[in-house]
Structures are given as C-alpha cells and as structure tokens.
C-alpha cells in the first residue's frame, strides 16, 4: 500500500494542503515513494497520448500494471509541485490492473483520472470542499464513470477542483492550491484543474474534466491542452441541480486532438443522446470553413493584448489554410444576457446547497462554517431571487440561444478568446476573497464561455499561443447544436499547422 494512502484522514488532507500552499517539491523527496516501475515500461509510456498508449498495452509492449505504476510514479515526482490530486486511488486501480485480461474496449489498461464531482463507487465525492466530512460514500458509480470504466480506463486518482465548481481558479480551504506546470505562480483554472495541471505536467496523457461555464475550456486554454465542451446531453451525465436548465456537461482535457475525438467517440457509444451519433474523427476535413470572429468579450471588454494577438495568429493561420475569416459579432444583447447568466447561476448554486442539506443532514449553520464564503453568498443570494425573476431569465435564454444559432446561417465557427487575460497569478480569484473583489476580479478575467453552457451548444479551446513569459493561451472555435464533427476536424487541422503536444512545461514529471 502506498505512503499516502495509510495516512489517516486528517493528515493525508493536511499533506495535500501543506503541498499546495508550499508549491515545492521539497516538501518530500521523491524516493521517499519510489515504487517498483520498470525503467522500459516507464520511458515507453511516458510521452505517448492515450491512444498511442492502449495500443501498445493492447499489442503487449507494455502491461496495464506497468502503465499504471510508471503514471503513479510520474505523479509522485509532481504531487508536491502542482498538488493536483484530492485523493489516490492507487491500491484499487492496481487491483484492476492485475485483473484485465480482456483489452477489447478502446483504452483497456489505460491510466486515468477523474474530477472530484462524480460518484464513484465506494468513495466520497470531495467537491474541493471540507464538506467531505460528511458527504456520504457513492454507492454506486456515476453515468459518466461507468462510460469511463467502460471504455476500458484505470482510475486511480481523483482530482481537485474549484469548491463545488463554482470558480475559474483551483484554490480552496480544503483541499489547499493547485498550481500550473508552465509557472507555479499561476493557476491552471478551473474548475478543472486539477485535471488540466496533471495532464500538463505529464502524469497521465488525458483526464476528464466537466464543464458548466467553462470548466473544461478555461483550463484547456491556461495549461495549453485540448478542451472540447459537447453538445448537451451527447455523453452519459448524471441531471443537473437546476431542473430547468442543465448547464454542465463531462468530457476530457488532452494533449492532442485524437484522445479527445476517440474518447468522446468511445464514451458516446450506447448512449442515446438526442443527435446522430458523432462517431470517431480521424483527422481534417478538406472543407473550407466560414470563421467568424468575436474580438470583444460579452460585457464588451476587450481581452489583454497578449490574447488579442493569439486571436489575430489564428486568424492569420485560418486565411493561410483557406478558410474565411471575417469579424462577428454577438447576436444577441450580450450583456443583458451576462445579467440573467449570473442569476441563473444563483439559482443553481441555491438548489445545490438545498441538496447538500438534504445530502448530509447539516442545518444551514453548519453548511456555512463548512464552505466557503464564496459559495455561501452565491447560494443565500440564489435563494433572494424572487420566484417570478427567476422564470423571467430562465424564459429568456430560449431567446438569445435561438439568436445565436441563427448565426450559423453565416457563419461554420464563430472563434474567439476563452478568457480576457493569459493565467492569473494564485490568489487573485479565490472563494475566500469578500464577494465585491471577487465579482469585480471575474468579470475582467471569464468573459467568453458562458454560451455554450446556457444554450447546449458545442465549443473547444485549442492551445494556439504562448506569451513570450511561456503561459499559454487558448482559443476558442464553437459550432451549430450537435456538430461536434467540424471543431475536431478542425482541431486536427490546426494541430498539424501548429504542433503543441511536444511543448513540455518546466513542471514535466517524465524528465524526472
């Protein structure tokens, strides 16, 4: 058993946290945990994507056991650098490790990790909240761990994530501060990131993530990987909180542009969503696109220059490949909409907490002393809303998601930034900071992303531009309802003109 898994509760969270704050990997040394992993297996796996990886666990160069011991042991060389995960699951994913004898899923015996919001059996859900106390243990997995599991994945990780989801930034009371492997003084966002930082830093080559207002893009675009949010309902998702608006959707973060695409197609099969399936992407299309620009964010913000000149690089790159680029504009009353976007996510943070209630037996005192501040004044402010409020800007949003998608009668992709700046340094949004600050330090940071959550439609970011600091920068390309297939062909175009997956971090664990 390792280390850090006999620890009891307490101190295994205080050692999580202590490495997070600390940002070092002094805090231990890595031989402390060093396990039995076989050098070949290790330098085999360490650079290839997910793919690359089940194929040779399939054609047995390389055993799911030893896929799984070398991924554990890049994690230990990081752990205390990035402090990605919550909790390791390592003892049980071994166990399944020495137990697959079957490799006809599509990422048999393949390592991976999942985001502390799914239900995965046996285990408690730490929502990056203290309120881990009491959440009781997941019976049974969830709608997506079990397409996961299906596929033929490993989990032996959970990993952290903004309190609840709530916020862009990785840094909570619970669970300490997860750093970004291009510059430890910067946040890998959120609300995925402990998932986007373990990808960067090299622990595994994909990992999911979910997203419900740019939780899978805004770390994508911050930890320069592959972030793609799909179309509502086109993957197995457990229901929302708000019954009459489901904002959140699960997928992955990547290194390239085939582990999202083969795992979307692996995690789609058997589920009956309400498009025709996607099926697997292979590579580009031969089809020339019309891309229409949005330069200025939904409040009419523009971004830093540093994003401006990632957006005017793209849009360089897609004239020179023959696509069509022309400026664009909201369709819709963008900041009207931000106002009833802002409410609704009120209310959802409102009935959240009504769950949690229900969910562990907690009085609303105690609930309190438990979260944040932040995520307390979301949920009391959810609960102010009148009822008939509430009803009058969830009834709008058919309005403005009708609008925009009256757009691609135009248009084949509307592109634009993911965030206004390039990563925030750790401390500058987080949900101890009084709510007036953190408001104000939002709205001039997470600008874009917010659509496609509230209209189901799909959106990636792709990791087109480094500042000459080294921070990456996504941009973001969203497409018609269900039309996933044009962004990855897409994707896969603008990889082969711009290959990023070599690009390592200083943060990379298979250098150490």
Not at 102 to 116: C, N, R, T, Y
Not at 396 to 405: D, I, K, L, M, T
């Amino acid at each position: 058993m390792d280390p850090i898994d006999i620890l009891p509760e307490y101190a295994r969270r205080h050692f999580l946290k202590q490495a997070g704050v600390a940002g070092i990997g002094a805090l231990i040394p890595a031989a402390a945990f060093a396990g039995p992993v076989t050098p070949g297996a290790a330098s085999v796996s360490a650079e290839m994507d997910a793919t690359a990886l089940a194929e040779a666990i399939r054609a047995r160069k390389i055993s799911p056991l030893e896929a799984l011991d070398a991924a554990i042991a890049r994690a230990r060389t990081v752990l205390p650098d990035i402090n990605c995960f919550s909790e390791p699951l390592y003892e049980r994913a071994r166990k399944r490790a020495r137990a697959t004898t079957d490799f006809s899923a599509p990422f048999a015996g393949v390592p991976f990790l999942i985001k502390d919001e799914e239900d995965i059996a046996g285990t408690r859900r730490h929502f990056g909240s203290r309120l881990d106390k009491v959440t009781p243990v997941s019976t049974q997995d969830g709608p997506m761990v079990a397409a996961i599991a299906r596929a033929g994945f490993n989990v032996f990780a959970r990993t952290t994530m903004s309190e609840f989801g709530a916020l862009p930034t990785t840094e909570t009371l619970g669970y300490g501060i997860t750093r970004n492997p291009w510059a430890l003084d910067r946040t890998p966002g959120g609300s995925s990131g402990g998932s986007a930082a373990a990808v960067t830093a090299g622990i595994v080559p994909m990992a999911h993530a979910a997203d419900g207002a740019g939780s899978i893009r805004i770390p994508a675009s911050n930890c320069g990987l592959v972030g793609l949010k799909p179309s509502r309902g086109r993957v197995p998702d457990a229901p929302g909180h708000l019954a009459q608006l489901d904002l959140v959707e699960p997928l992955c973060v990547s290194r390239t542009v085939r582990d999202t695409a083969n795992f979307l197609a692996a995690v789609e099969s058997g589920w009956k969503a309400p498009y025709p399936p996607v099926g697997r992407v292979e590579g580009p299309s031969t089809r020339r696109l019309r891309v229409g620009f949005l330069l200025t964010g939904l409040s009419g913000a523009l971004p830093d220059q540093a994003v401006i000149r990632a957006v005017d690089a793209t849009s360089g790159l897609l004239t020179s490949l023959g696509h069509k680029v022309s400026e664009a504009y909201w369709p819709f009353d963008s900041k009207a909409f931000l106002a009833d976007f802002t409410q609704i996510y009120m209310l959802e943070g409102a009935q959240l907490k009504r769950h949690l209630l229900s969910l562990t037996g907690l009085d609303a005192r105690q609930l309190a002393e438990l979260i944040e501040p932040a995520s307390a004044a979301i949920g009391a402010m959810g609960d102010l809303i009148p009822p008939a409020g509430a009803m009058q800007a969830l009834g709008r949003v058919e309005g403005y998601a009708s609008a925009y998608f009256g757009a691609f009668d135009k248009v084949d992709v509307l592109m634009s930034a993911v965030l206004l700046k390039p990563p925030v340094k750790i401390g500058d949004i987080n949900g101890s900071l009084p709510l007036g600050t953190l408001a104000e330090r939002l709205n001039a940071y997470a600008d874009f992303t917010m659509p496609q959550n509230a209209f189901g439609g799909p959106a990636i970011s792709l990791p087109m531009h480094w500042t000459p600091e080294g921070l990456p920068i996504g941009v973001q390309f969203a497409s018609r309802l269900g039309d996933e297939r044009t962004l990855l062909e897409l994707a896969f175009e603008l990889e082969q003109a711009l290959p990023w997956a070599k690009r390592h971090p200083p943060v990379w664990a298979p250098a150490r």
